[in-house]
């Protein structure tokens, strides 16, 4: 069974200075890398190198961005005839600032992915049948995602969604969802709590449980280098994360719901392919880069020493 992503593609421009820049200030960097991003692209990276066939629905210019990125989908093995080439706009593209500690900031100028929509004459969406997990964020237009998520019949498989960046007039699809990745930033904004410095464990359970509309519904908090927490209406799993040297966060969080979408396909129970993921995302810390710093199969399965 396998994949489908609906979401965004960027190309990430990344400055490596010391520490990020505060407002005002001028400050230098010692390289300036490319790297293939977009938090939708990362995703169906990490799942198709994590085994699972994987299509990808979204959009990018007719520049050449553009081609290089659709070319890098394609020799990750994705299925991108859900890509549209869009004449006339800029495909996305990210300016990210990554410091010596591996953390980032990043300004995102959203170009094609913003036009993106499913068929330009109404009709049913074009998508592969069989499809065992619906993976989207909010880089894409809310539009496309309710359609992807709210398929006629309710045989959408599993719908996996990482409402990423935080955006609060997305909070009515997150009920559309079967599994909720946030992390604790997303978690405060959709809970509408503040999170104040280093929440206790019991606070994010507390808060998490707020986001639930389902009894069958599971919200997954990513806590980064703590690991992550998941809450359903009547159960909880909870991870502890694995030490390794940070390089570079960036795609993190993609990596985890990619690797995460690719075991559920597979048929894996939740527990096991959320310690999947949590490992998976371990490694992609490790690695410079988004879409270039996501493990295989095989490389989480040595991490996890399974
Ligand atoms: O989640 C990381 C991604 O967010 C980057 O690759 C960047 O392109 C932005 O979309
Ligand atoms: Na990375």
Same mark, same amino acid.
């Given at each position: 069974?396998?994949?489908i ?7 990430d421009?990344?400055l ?102 499913f068929?330009?004459? &109404? @009709? ?13 964020? /909010?880089?894409?237009p $809310? %539009? !496309? ?33 079967d ?47 703590r ?12 991870? &502890? @994360? ?13 990596? /985890?719901?990619?690797? $995460? %979408? !690719? ?14 993921a ?23 399965v ?5």
């Amino acid at each position: 069974m396998s994949v489908i992503v609906l979401g965004s593609v960027n190309m990430d421009v990344v400055l490596s200075v010391e520490a990020l820049p505060k407002a005002g200030e001028t400050i230098a960097a010692s390289a300036q890398n490319l790297y293939p991003g977009g938090k939708g692209a990362n995703q169906a990276i990490a799942s198709a190198r994590c085994g699972a066939p994987t299509a990808f629905f979204g959009a990018v210019g007719d520049d050449d961005y553009g081609a290089v990125l659709s070319r890098n989908l394609e020799d990750n093995g994705i299925d991108t005839r859900g890509l549209k080439v869009l004449a006339g706009k800029r495909t996305g593209q990210a300016s990210i600032y990554v410091s010596a500690t591996g953390e980032n900031s990043i300004v995102i100028l959203s170009g094609a992915n913003h036009d993106f929509v499913f068929d330009d004459d &109404g @009709g049913p969406m074009p998508v592969p049948a069989g499809a065992a997990v619906r993976l989207a964020q /909010f880089e894409m237009p $809310l %539009a !496309a995602i309710r359609a992807f998520f709210d398929v006629p019949g309710g045989d959408a498989g599993t719908r996996i969604l990482n409402p990423a960046p935080a955006l609060p007039e997305g909070r009515p699809l997150l009920d559309l969802a079967d599994i909720l990745v946030v992390n604790e930033t997303e978690l405060a904004t959709y809970a509408g709590a503040p999170v104040n410095g280093d929440p206790s464990p019991e606070a994010v359970i507390a808060l998490a449980h707020g986001l639930l509309s389902r009894p069958d519904q599971w919200v997954v908090v990513t806590l980064g280098a703590r690991g992550l927490v998941a809450v359903g209406s009547g159960d909880k799993i909870s991870i &502890g @994360g694995l030490a390794t040297e940070v390089v570079d966060t960036t795609g993190a969080g993609d990596c /985890f719901c990619g690797a $995460l %979408a !690719a075991r559920l396909s597979a048929g894996e129970p939740l527990s096991d392919a959320l310690g999947f993921a949590n490992a998976a995302a371990s490694i992609a810390v490790s690695r410079r880069g988004a879409g270039s710093s996501m493990p295989t199969l095989q490389e989480v399965v040595a991490r996890l020493g399974r």
